[in-house]
Protein backbone atom coordinates (compact mmCIF):
# COMPACT_ATOMS: atom_id res chain seq x y z
CA UNK A 1 0.00 0.00 0.00
CA UNK A 2 1.08 3.65 -1.03
CA UNK A 3 2.41 5.26 1.78
CA UNK A 4 5.85 7.00 3.71
CA UNK A 5 8.17 5.60 5.45
CA UNK A 6 11.22 6.94 7.66
CA UNK A 7 13.92 4.94 8.95
CA UNK A 8 15.09 4.63 11.93
CA UNK A 9 12.35 5.43 14.42
CA UNK A 10 14.87 6.18 16.68
CA UNK A 11 18.78 7.28 15.99
CA UNK A 12 21.49 8.18 18.13
CA UNK A 13 24.78 10.82 17.47
CA UNK A 14 27.64 11.01 19.21
CA UNK A 15 29.85 14.52 19.16
CA UNK A 16 31.21 15.27 15.80
CA UNK A 17 29.49 12.75 13.82
CA UNK A 18 26.99 13.31 10.81
CA UNK A 19 23.85 11.35 10.59
CA UNK A 20 21.73 10.19 7.50
CA UNK A 21 17.57 9.89 8.21
CA UNK A 22 16.25 7.99 5.66
CA UNK A 23 13.05 9.06 3.69
CA UNK A 24 10.92 6.90 1.06
CA UNK A 25 7.21 7.47 -0.64
CA UNK A 26 5.79 5.17 -3.38
CA UNK A 27 3.22 8.20 -3.69
CA UNK A 28 4.55 9.13 -6.40
CA UNK A 29 4.55 12.60 -5.78
CA UNK A 30 6.79 15.23 -7.15
CA UNK A 31 7.48 17.35 -4.32
CA UNK A 32 8.93 16.26 -0.86
CA UNK A 33 9.83 18.02 2.46
CA UNK A 34 11.80 18.15 5.75
CA UNK A 35 10.67 19.05 8.93
CA UNK A 36 11.72 19.56 12.58
CA UNK A 37 9.76 19.12 15.99
CA UNK A 38 10.90 20.74 19.10
CA UNK A 39 8.32 19.91 22.15
CA UNK A 40 5.76 22.63 22.40
CA UNK A 41 6.56 23.86 19.24
CA UNK A 42 5.47 23.72 15.34
CA UNK A 43 6.91 22.14 12.93
CA UNK A 44 9.36 24.10 11.30
CA UNK A 45 10.82 23.16 7.49
CA UNK A 46 14.45 22.10 6.94
CA UNK A 47 14.91 21.83 2.80
CA UNK A 48 12.25 21.09 0.48
CA UNK A 49 12.12 19.52 -3.58
CA UNK A 50 10.07 20.07 -6.09
CA UNK A 51 11.55 17.80 -8.53
CA UNK A 52 14.47 15.29 -9.04
CA UNK A 53 18.16 17.11 -8.53
CA UNK A 54 16.32 20.19 -6.99
CA UNK A 55 15.79 21.26 -3.48
CA UNK A 56 15.98 24.57 -1.67
CA UNK A 57 16.70 25.74 1.59
CA UNK A 58 13.92 26.16 4.15
CA UNK A 59 13.71 28.02 7.16
CA UNK A 60 16.30 26.30 9.43
CA UNK A 61 18.55 24.84 7.21
CA UNK A 62 22.02 24.96 8.78
CA UNK A 63 23.76 22.16 9.55
CA UNK A 64 21.66 20.14 7.51
CA UNK A 65 22.38 18.67 4.14
CA UNK A 66 19.95 16.90 1.82
CA UNK A 67 20.18 15.24 -1.81
CA UNK A 68 17.41 14.27 -4.18
CA UNK A 69 18.53 11.87 -6.59
CA UNK A 70 15.29 9.51 -7.18
CA UNK A 71 11.55 10.74 -7.31
CA UNK A 72 10.88 8.36 -4.24
CA UNK A 73 13.74 9.38 -1.97
CA UNK A 74 14.67 12.93 -0.11
CA UNK A 75 17.20 11.87 2.43
CA UNK A 76 18.18 14.32 5.44
CA UNK A 77 22.13 14.69 6.66
CA UNK A 78 22.25 15.86 10.41
CA UNK A 79 25.96 17.41 10.21
CA UNK A 80 28.53 18.17 13.13
CA UNK A 81 27.65 21.65 12.44
CA UNK A 82 23.92 21.51 13.89
CA UNK A 83 24.23 22.20 17.28
CA UNK A 84 20.87 20.99 18.91
CA UNK A 85 20.24 18.11 16.84
CA UNK A 86 18.43 16.89 19.37
CA UNK A 87 14.10 16.70 18.01
CA UNK A 88 11.45 14.96 15.76
CA UNK A 89 12.22 14.69 12.36
CA UNK A 90 9.55 14.88 10.14
CA UNK A 91 9.34 13.93 6.36
CA UNK A 92 6.46 15.09 4.05
CA UNK A 93 5.41 14.61 0.39
CA UNK A 94 2.77 16.46 -1.58
CA UNK A 95 1.84 15.38 -5.40
CA UNK A 96 1.56 17.53 -8.41
CA UNK A 97 -0.88 20.15 -8.68
CA UNK A 98 -2.29 19.44 -4.93
CA UNK A 99 -1.63 22.01 -1.93
CA UNK A 100 -1.98 18.90 0.99
CA UNK A 101 1.43 17.87 2.47
CA UNK A 102 1.27 13.70 3.79
CA UNK A 103 3.68 12.86 6.28
CA UNK A 104 5.38 9.79 7.15
CA UNK A 105 5.96 8.54 11.01
CA UNK A 106 9.17 10.41 12.18
CA UNK A 107 12.46 9.91 13.35
CA UNK A 108 13.89 10.97 16.79
CA UNK A 109 17.54 11.66 16.68
CA UNK A 110 19.08 11.89 20.02
CA UNK A 111 22.32 13.02 20.66
CA UNK A 112 24.71 10.84 23.22
CA UNK B 1 7.98 36.21 13.49
CA UNK B 2 5.26 33.52 14.16
CA UNK B 3 3.01 34.29 10.89
CA UNK B 4 0.26 31.10 12.61
CA UNK B 5 -0.80 31.08 15.90
CA UNK B 6 -2.54 28.76 18.31
CA UNK B 7 -2.81 30.98 21.40
CA UNK B 8 -4.51 27.97 23.45
CA UNK B 9 -1.88 25.43 24.56
CA UNK B 10 -3.91 22.94 25.36
CA UNK B 11 -8.40 22.59 25.67
CA UNK B 12 -10.52 20.26 27.55
CA UNK B 13 -14.03 18.91 26.78
CA UNK B 14 -16.44 16.07 27.81
CA UNK B 15 -17.22 13.29 25.55
CA UNK B 16 -20.30 14.33 23.21
CA UNK B 17 -19.27 17.56 23.27
CA UNK B 18 -18.14 20.76 20.49
CA UNK B 19 -14.55 21.01 20.37
CA UNK B 20 -13.61 24.31 19.03
CA UNK B 21 -9.71 24.75 18.21
CA UNK B 22 -8.93 28.29 17.22
CA UNK B 23 -5.90 29.80 15.08
CA UNK B 24 -5.00 33.31 14.04
CA UNK B 25 -2.87 34.42 11.06
CA UNK B 26 -1.10 37.38 9.96
CA UNK B 27 0.31 37.19 6.24
CA UNK B 28 -2.49 38.11 4.32
CA UNK B 29 -1.24 36.08 1.38
CA UNK B 30 -1.62 32.77 3.02
CA UNK B 31 -4.22 31.44 0.33
CA UNK B 32 -4.73 27.41 1.93
CA UNK B 33 -5.29 26.34 5.54
CA UNK B 34 -4.96 22.95 6.68
CA UNK B 35 -5.41 21.12 9.88
CA UNK B 36 -3.54 18.25 11.05
CA UNK B 37 -4.10 16.05 14.58
CA UNK B 38 -0.89 13.99 15.83
CA UNK B 39 -0.29 11.57 18.22
CA UNK B 40 3.11 11.69 20.22
CA UNK B 41 6.12 10.33 18.61
CA UNK B 42 3.89 9.67 14.71
CA UNK B 43 3.77 11.96 12.26
CA UNK B 44 0.90 13.91 11.67
CA UNK B 45 -2.49 13.11 10.07
CA UNK B 46 -4.05 15.47 7.64
CA UNK B 47 -7.87 16.11 8.65
CA UNK B 48 -8.91 18.87 6.99
CA UNK B 49 -8.04 21.59 4.41
CA UNK B 50 -9.89 24.92 3.13
CA UNK B 51 -8.99 27.58 0.56
CA UNK B 52 -9.45 31.24 0.83
CA UNK B 53 -12.35 31.22 -1.99
CA UNK B 54 -14.35 29.58 0.89
CA UNK B 55 -15.48 30.40 4.42
CA UNK B 56 -16.56 26.64 5.60
CA UNK B 57 -15.62 23.00 4.52
CA UNK B 58 -17.12 20.16 5.89
CA UNK B 59 -15.81 16.38 6.20
CA UNK B 60 -18.14 13.77 8.30
CA UNK B 61 -17.46 15.31 12.16
CA UNK B 62 -15.17 18.00 11.26
CA UNK B 63 -15.44 21.23 10.31
CA UNK B 64 -13.18 24.29 9.50
CA UNK B 65 -14.64 27.93 9.63
CA UNK B 66 -12.51 31.06 7.65
CA UNK B 67 -12.76 34.44 8.54
CA UNK B 68 -10.39 36.18 6.25
CA UNK B 69 -11.18 39.75 7.19
CA UNK B 70 -10.07 38.74 10.91
CA UNK B 71 -7.52 36.27 9.59
CA UNK B 72 -8.82 33.51 11.83
CA UNK B 73 -9.92 29.91 11.33
CA UNK B 74 -11.28 27.75 13.49
CA UNK B 75 -11.81 23.84 13.44
CA UNK B 76 -15.06 22.32 15.29
CA UNK B 77 -15.28 18.61 15.99
CA UNK B 78 -19.16 17.77 17.04
CA UNK B 79 -19.40 15.62 18.52
CA UNK B 80 -15.90 14.87 20.65
CA UNK B 81 -15.00 11.76 21.27
CA UNK B 82 -11.91 10.04 23.18
CA UNK B 83 -9.87 8.91 20.17
CA UNK B 84 -9.96 12.92 19.19
CA UNK B 85 -7.48 13.39 21.89
CA UNK B 86 -4.01 14.46 20.51
CA UNK B 87 -2.44 17.59 19.65
CA UNK B 88 -3.66 19.51 16.60
CA UNK B 89 -2.17 21.89 14.54
CA UNK B 90 -3.27 24.62 12.34
CA UNK B 91 -0.96 25.14 9.46
CA UNK B 92 -1.27 27.72 6.17
CA UNK B 93 0.52 28.16 3.05
CA UNK B 94 0.92 30.60 0.16
CA UNK B 95 1.20 30.70 -3.70
CA UNK B 96 -0.30 28.17 -6.44
CA UNK B 97 1.54 25.07 -5.27
CA UNK B 98 1.61 26.06 -1.44
CA UNK B 99 5.19 24.77 -1.26
CA UNK B 100 6.02 25.58 2.30
CA UNK B 101 3.27 25.02 4.91
CA UNK B 102 3.76 27.41 8.28
CA UNK B 103 2.54 25.69 11.04
CA UNK B 104 1.27 26.75 14.84
CA UNK B 105 2.61 25.83 17.92
CA UNK B 106 -0.28 23.05 18.20
CA UNK B 107 -2.97 22.62 20.91
CA UNK B 108 -3.44 19.52 23.26
CA UNK B 109 -7.39 18.27 23.17
CA UNK B 110 -8.20 16.39 25.83
CA UNK B 111 -11.87 14.42 25.58
CA UNK B 112 -12.66 13.39 28.69
CA UNK B 113 -15.22 10.48 28.81
Known amino acids: DGGITQSPKYLFRKEGQNVTLSCEQN?????MYWYRQDPGQGLRLIYY???????QKGDIAEGYSVSREKKESFPLTVTSAQKNPTAFYLC???????????FGPGTRLLVL | DQQVKQNSPSLSVQEGRISILNCDYTNSMFDYFLWYKKYPAEGPTFLIS?????DKNEDGRFTVFLNKSAKHLSLHIVPSQPGDSAVYFCAASAGEYGNKLVFGAGTILRVKS
Open chain 1, 27 to 31: LNHDA
Open chain 2, 50 to 54: ISSIK
Open chain 1, 92 to 102: ASRGAGKKTQY
Open chain 1, 49 to 55: SQIVNDF
